[in-house]
């Protein structure tokens, strides 16, 4: 990169000024108006910290998307948007690829972008950014020229830079565990800040050499401290942790040069910007740095990149013909690494001008060391001396590469060096560069093949978005804050601040026939909560319910009916932001975290809109996440749906309420023909048949005592029949009546103690018995219209996503038929989670009766714990009167006995379109059209 032609450069942000101020009278440098900008600028850039925080975006800023290869590399697409990085302002006017970032043109590939996982492996690659700032002068952006000036450079300006890079194999698919590991990675370039700046721990200390000393009274010996003529600026530069490199004037003399060959070798330059005078000519044996391009602007002008290849003066400048020889040649490819970008026609245009293509050129800086012609150009660490200047250096910590110092010598005080840290304690630290790190996403690749990008910037609203919060009302914690409600009048809006304390609750608060109501709070700090309460917060006949930062703790299962921590009915709009609600568990389905419901029909279903976005549901043992009813668009993503809680009740205490009995008992039968061998786990039932009658039943020796009577009384079933081949019919009906008698053992406690095979079997569940989530998401009711499940995380549900509209009654078929309209599921992570007591029926997704269904890019995974091995799970399932689309791609779905299940009603609409492509599954796929 450039340097700025400065005198010195001695802010310390520590010593808290505020400004600069001119006084008459007195000279002005250059050092002045710089500090003023610094000052300035660092006091934005930590007010964008208190305001916006360490990083985040407002809207798909950098985030990536649409996952590819590029020369067998990974490589992807940035958003457009923005990005507040270390108080920094990143953006992205447009869509860029991965591969060709314009602020990365020495992007490489095969270093740059990692491969693929080879052989279907699955893997956690983080992809994240970094920014800094760095100068820009004229000869690079030849823009900047004031031509009336005849030709001189007058400033320099600061452009912010960013990079978009790939660490392969973190290891965790979280994205705070992910960075942590990155940042130990980085251990050795230094610490992460708060503010997300990587603060190198080197230091730099200067001293003076040993002063000569003389015996001739003609030839006095000189004094120590700094030697040279010249004010100078002394710049000293990180190369690697084991080498730098130095020279006068902050190294800033920097030309545009092509590279020509001389002998084979490219090893000859032609200066295309004139030096000023022959004092800045380049001399035989002074230091050079060989710089290709960085970055592009806009205008096509082209930015230098941070480092090059650095190299000797062979032959000094030639006036005449502007050339001169180096002593080492760059490698292949050091300037040409762009050239397999599409979009180069932005900013390279040939220029053939005596037979040299002027605009394919590199960047030439000069690092003058004044008579010191011979140290080496990357001097060790050890090798202090900086020439015949008078002042050593030493690093008190290895360097980071690009990292510089600029030491301020005036031979007015050789003995002084600004600033003093050099000097002083451990020494100064850095100048620059100072970088700034972010994690972007996470990219899970899927064994089997396909990926899924998990994006980990944090979000804000910008100010203008966000509306009046504590204005009309605020609640006070602790007890009666529910009269608030009070003040609001019939059809009445109203926005309510919830500062951060306990709202407890003693009776359900309902709010009805108002207006617009917004409740804002402060996060998890604002808690409403209620003991022995089924339903916290009840809004009946509203136009809309907006939640936001509020922590609801609700959803007691001690009553009989179905009811939820927040409880909507009737209303047109529903919406809640960074929530977190959490419901108890019990035995039965009776609690769900947000229960929105609208009586069929009524203007309100027909205009009712739902939207969760990044909120956090707690859902208790065997409940539901949200119950959504007659709605007309709902919106669920990047939230999460999780257990609350990891302890159970114990099945022999469970076993007291009849549905749990009556789904235990349906887990546990599974009918088997007559001389297939037992099943691994489970419990059997067995008949066999004598010329056509019934003559022996019996449930496998778990039951068998307790079954005498139904073996001995069962021998003729009424309306038991046999097929003509001479097995059992009508299984169904046998299978509900010996289920009868299974559930009277299972609720016998001396069946129970007394059976040691059923007792076995009950305790493997008991000690494999975690708590599971019975529903993530229910979309039901007789009208659904569109329904987007996105980016959702939702662990250990028996049912993650169920989206049916039906109703009770004889099935409608064609334009009345109950459907929902467009049905997207896509970009989620689903785990299921069998659970003794749990709904019977099992899946991951399932859509039933829908105009349009989307599934895509979803990872489904199925854990199948003791004792219940046996039972059938759909990994997705769509099912009923489907419409014109239904498309299944891209989805992995792993442990399920039954990987995907479509199955048509009635006929199918003509030119309909059914695709199940791309999936990866290890279990059955089971179309039928």
């Given at each position: 990169?450039?340097?700025?032609?400065?005198?010195?450069?001695?802010?310390?942000?520590?010593?808290?000024y505020?400004?600069?101020?001119?006084?008459?009278?007195?000279?002005?440098?250059?050092?002045?108006?710089?500090?003023?900008?610094?000052?300035?600028?660092?006091?934005?850039?930590?007010?964008?910290?208190?305001?916006?925080?360490?990083?985040?975006?407002?809207?798909?800023?950098?985030?990536?998307?649409?996952?590819?290869?590029?020369?067998?590399?990974?490589?992807?697409?940035?958003?457009?948007?923005?990005l507040?990085?270390?108080?920094?302002?990143?953006?992205?006017?447009?869509?860029?690829?991965?591969?060709?970032?314009?602020?990365?043109?020495?992007?490489?590939?095969?270093?740059?972008?990692?491969?693929?996982?080879?052989?279907?492996?699955?893997?956690?690659?983080?992809?994240?950014?970094?920014?800094w700032?760095?100068?820009?002068?004229?000869?690079?952006?030849?823009?900047?020229?004031?031509?009336?000036?005849?030709?001189?450079?007058?400033?320099?300006?600061?452009?912010?830079?960013?990079?978009?890079?790939?660490?392969?194999?973190?290891?965790?698919?979280?994205?705070?565990?992910?960075?942590?590991?990155?940042?130990?990675?980085?251990?050795?370039?230094?610490?992460?800040?708060?503010?997300?700046?990587?603060?190198?721990?080197?230091?730099?200390?200067?001293?003076?050499?040993?002063?000569?000393?003389?015996?001739?009274?003609?030839?006095p010996?000189?004094?120590?401290?700094?030697?040279?003529?010249?004010?100078?600026?002394?710049?000293?530069?990180?190369?690697s942790?084991?080498?730098?490199?130095?020279?006068?004037?902050?190294?800033?003399?920097l030309?545009?040069?092509?590279?020509?060959?001389?002998?084979?070798?490219?090893?000859?330059?032609?200066?295309?910007?004139?030096?000023?005078?022959?004092?800045?000519?380049?001399?035989?044996?002074?230091?050079?740095?060989?710089?290709?391009?960085?970055?592009?602007?806009?205008?096509?002008?082209?930015?230098?990149?941070?480092?090059?290849?650095?190299?000797?003066?062979?032959?000094?400048?030639?006036p005449?013909?502007?050339?001169?020889?180096?002593?080492?040649?760059?490698?292949?490819?050091?300037?040409?690494?762009?050239?397999?970008?599409?979009?180069?026609?932005?900013?390279?245009?040939?220029?053939?001008?005596?037979?040299?293509?002027?605009?394919?050129?590199?960047?030439?800086?000069?690092?003058?060391?004044?008579?010191?012609?011979?140290?080496?150009?990357?001097?060790?660490?050890?090798?202090?001396?900086?020439?015949?200047?008078?002042?050593?250096?030493?690093?008190?910590?290895?360097?980071?590469a690009?990292?510089?110092?600029i030491?301020?010598?005036?031979?007015?005080?050789?003995?002084?060096?600004?600033?003093?840290?050099?000097?002083?304690?451990?020494?100064?630290?850095?100048?620059?560069?100072?970088?700034?790190?972010?994690?972007?996403?996470?990219?899970?690749?899927?064994?089997?093949?396909?990926?899924?990008?998990?994006?980990?910037?944090?979000?804000?609203?910008?100010?203008t978005?966000?509306?009046?919060?504590?204005?009309?009302?605020?609640?006070t914690?602790?007890?009666?804050?529910?009269?608030?409600?009070?003040?609001?009048?019939?059809?009445?809006?109203?926005?309510?601040?919830?500062?951060?304390?306990?709202?407890?609750?003693?009776?359900?608060?309902?709010?009805?026939?108002?207006?617009?109501?917004?409740?804002?709070?402060?996060?998890?700090?604002?808690?409403?909560?209620?003991?022995?309460?089924?339903?916290?917060?009840?809004?009946?006949?509203?136009?809309?319910?907006?939640?936001?930062?509020?922590?609801?703790?609700?959803?007691?299962?001690?009553?009989?009916?179905?009811?939820?921590?927040?409880?909507?009915?009737?209303?047109?709009?529903?919406?809640?932001?960074r929530?977190?609600?959490?419901?108890?568990?019990?035995?039965?389905?009776?609690v769900?975290?947000?229960?929105?419901?609208?009586?069929?029909?009524?203007?309100?279903?027909?205009?009712?809109?739902?939207?969760?976005?990044?909120?956090?549901?707690?859902?208790?043992?065997?409940?539901?996440?949200?119950?959504?009813?007659?709605?007309?668009q709902?919106?669920?993503?990047?939230?999460?749906?999780?257990?609350?809680?990891?302890?159970?009740?114990?099945?022999?205490?469970?076993?007291?309420?009849?549905?749990?009995?009556?789904?235990?008992?349906?887990?546990?039968?599974?009918?088997?023909?007559?001389?297939?061998?037992?099943?691994?786990?489970?419990?059997?039932?067995?008949?066999?048949?004598?010329?056509?009658?019934?003559?022996?039943?019996?449930?496998?020796?778990?039951?068998?005592?307790?079954?005498?009577?139904?073996?001995?009384?069962?021998?003729?079933?009424?309306?038991?029949?046999?097929?003509?081949?001479?097995?059992?019919?009508?299984?169904?009906?046998?299978?509900?009546?010996?289920?009868?008698?299974?559930?009277?053992?299972?609720?016998?406690?001396?069946?129970?103690?007394?059976?040691?095979?059923?007792?076995?079997?009950?305790?493997?569940?008991?000690?494999?018995?975690?708590?599971?989530?019975?529903q993530?998401?229910?979309?039901?009711?007789?009208?659904?219209?569109?329904?987007?499940?996105?980016?959702?995380?939702?662990?250990?549900?028996?049912?993650?996503v169920?989206?049916?509209?039906?109703?009770?009654g004889?099935?409608?078929?064609?334009?009345?038929?109950?459907?929902?309209g467009?049905?997207?599921?896509?970009?989620?992570?689903?785990?299921?989670?069998?659970?003794?007591?749990?709904?019977?029926?099992?899946?991951?997704?399932?859509?039933?009766?829908?105009?349009?269904?989307?599934?895509?890019?979803?990872?489904?995974?199925?854990?199948?714990?003791?004792?219940?091995?046996?039972?059938?799970?759909?990994?997705?399932?769509?099912?009923?009167?489907?419409?014109?689309?239904?498309?299944?791609?891209?989805?992995?779905?792993?442990?399920?006995?039954?990987?995907?299940?479509?199955?048509?009603?009635?006929?199918e609409?003509?030119?309909?379109?059914?695709?199940?492509?791309?999936?990866?599954?290890?279990?059955?796929?089971?179309?039928?059209?």
């Amino acid at each position: 990169m450039s340097t700025i032609d400065l005198s010195r450069d001695a802010t310390d942000f520590r010593k808290q000024y505020a400004g600069v101020r001119m006084q008459q009278g007195r000279v002005l440098t250059d050092d002045d108006f710089n500090e003023a900008a610094r000052l300035d600028a660092e006091a934005l850039r930590r007010t964008r910290l208190e305001t916006i925080g360490p990083y985040g975006s407002c809207d798909s800023g950098f985030l990536p998307a649409n996952l590819g290869t590029f020369q067998g590399r990974v490589t992807f697409d940035l958003s457009a948007g923005s990005l507040e990085l270390g108080g920094l302002r990143l953006e992205l006017p447009g869509d860029e690829q991965f591969h060709q970032q314009k602020n990365w043109l020495d992007f490489e590939p095969g270093a740059d972008a990692p491969l693929p996982p080879q052989g279907g492996k699955s893997r956690v690659d983080l992809i994240w950014i970094e920014a800094w700032q760095q100068p820009v002068s004229a000869v690079e952006d030849r823009e900047l020229f004031e031509v009336a000036l005849g030709g001189p450079d007058t400033s320099t300006r600061i452009r912010t830079m960013q990079r978009v890079r790939i660490m392969p194999d973190v290891g965790s698919g979280d994205c705070g565990e992910a960075w942590h590991r990155a940042c130990l990675s980085w251990s050795q370039l230094g610490s992460m800040a708060e503010d997300m700046e990587l603060v190198p721990q080197s230091r730099l200390k200067v001293t003076f050499t040993e002063p000569s000393s003389s015996a001739s009274l003609c030839s006095p010996g000189l004094s120590g401290g700094y030697l040279g003529a010249e004010n100078q600026a002394i710049r000293v530069q990180a190369v690697s942790a084991t080498h730098f490199t130095w020279g006068f004037d902050n190294a800033a003399p920097l030309y545009r040069a092509v590279l020509m060959s001389e002998g084979g070798s490219r090893v000859r330059l032609r200066l295309l910007t004139q030096p000023k005078d022959a004092v800045h000519w380049p001399l035989k044996g002074q230091v050079v740095e060989l710089l290709p391009w960085g970055a592009a602007l806009p205008n096509g002008e082209r930015v230098a990149e941070i480092g090059g290849h650095f190299s000797r003066v062979a032959s000094s400048y030639e006036p005449d013909s502007q050339e001169f020889t180096i002593t080492t040649a760059p490698a292949a490819g050091f300037d040409s690494r762009w050239e397999n970008r599409t979009d180069k026609g932005n900013f390279y245009t040939p220029s053939i001008v005596n037979g040299v293509d002027q605009e394919r050129f590199v960047y030439l800086r000069i690092w003058n060391r004044g008579e010191d012609l011979t140290s080496p150009a990357l001097m060790p660490l050890a090798s202090g001396n900086l020439g015949q200047s008078g002042l050593a250096v030493s690093f008190q910590a290895p360097p980071r590469a690009g990292d510089y110092w600029i030491i301020a010598a005036r031979p007015s005080a050789p003995d002084v060096v600004t600033p003093w840290s050099f000097t002083r304690g451990e020494g100064a630290r850095p100048n620059g560069i100072r970088r700034y790190r972010a994690p972007l996403a996470l990219v899970k690749w899927l064994p089997g093949g396909g990926a899924r990008i998990l994006d980990c910037r944090p979000s804000f609203r910008p100010l203008t978005s966000q509306t009046r919060c504590c204005v009309d009302l605020v609640a006070t914690p602790g007890q009666g804050w529910e009269r608030i409600f009070e003040r609001i009048p019939e059809k009445g809006d109203a926005v309510i601040c919830f500062p951060a304390g306990q709202y407890p609750l003693e009776t359900t608060v309902v709010v009805v026939n108002r207006g617009r109501l917004r409740l804002n709070g402060a996060g998890p700090a604002s808690r409403i909560h209620g003991i022995g309460l089924n339903t916290l917060l009840l809004f009946k006949n509203c136009d809309a319910v907006d939640l936001r930062d509020l922590y609801c703790l609700g959803g007691n299962v001690s009553a009989d009916g179905l009811f939820g921590t927040v409880c909507c009915e009737e209303t047109r709009q529903v919406y809640l932001s960074r929530v977190a609600l959490r419901c108890k568990g019990g035995r039965e389905r009776r609690v769900a975290c947000l229960r929105v419901m609208n009586t069929p029909g009524s203007h309100s279903a027909r205009s009712c809109r739902v939207t969760i976005d990044t909120c956090d549901i707690y859902v208790g043992h065997l409940q539901t996440g949200l119950l959504l009813l007659n709605t007309s668009q709902v919106v669920l993503r990047h939230s999460r749906i999780l257990p609350a809680g990891t302890t159970v009740e114990r099945v022999g205490k469970a076993l007291a309420s009849r549905r749990f009995r009556d789904n235990l008992a349906q887990s546990a039968l599974l009918l088997v023909k007559e001389g297939e061998p037992p099943l691994a786990d489970g419990f059997r039932y067995k008949i066999k048949v004598r010329d056509g009658q019934v003559v022996q039943c019996w449930i496998d020796t778990a039951f068998r005592t307790y079954l005498k009577e139904a073996v001995e009384s069962d021998k003729r079933i009424p309306g038991f029949r046999v097929t003509q081949d001479g097995q059992p019919g009508q299984e169904g009906f046998l299978r509900i009546h010996i289920m009868r008698r299974l559930r009277r053992v299972l609720g016998s406690t001396r069946a129970r103690n007394a059976n040691a095979a059923l007792g076995e079997w009950l305790n493997a569940i008991d000690s494999a018995a975690r708590a599971v989530i019975g529903q993530g998401v229910v979309v039901a009711g007789r009208e659904a219209g569109q329904v987007i499940v996105e980016s959702t995380v939702i662990r250990n549900a028996v049912q993650g996503v169920h989206v049916g509209v039906s109703h009770a009654g004889p099935n409608r078929t064609g334009k009345g038929a109950d459907r929902a309209g467009r049905v997207i599921v896509r970009q989620n992570e689903i785990h299921t989670l069998l659970a003794a007591g749990g709904p019977l029926e099992r899946h991951a997704i399932f859509v039933g009766n829908a105009a349009s269904v989307t599934i895509a890019d979803n990872h489904l995974s199925l854990e199948r714990p003791a004792g219940l091995g046996h039972l059938p799970v759909d990994g997705i399932r769509v099912f009923g009167f489907l419409g014109e689309m239904v498309s299944i791609q891209g989805n992995h779905i792993t442990g399920y006995s039954t990987s995907l299940r479509r199955a048509q009603r009635g006929r199918e609409p003509q030119g309909a379109v059914r695709s199940e492509r791309d999936n990866y599954h290890d279990g059955e796929i089971l179309l039928q059209s």
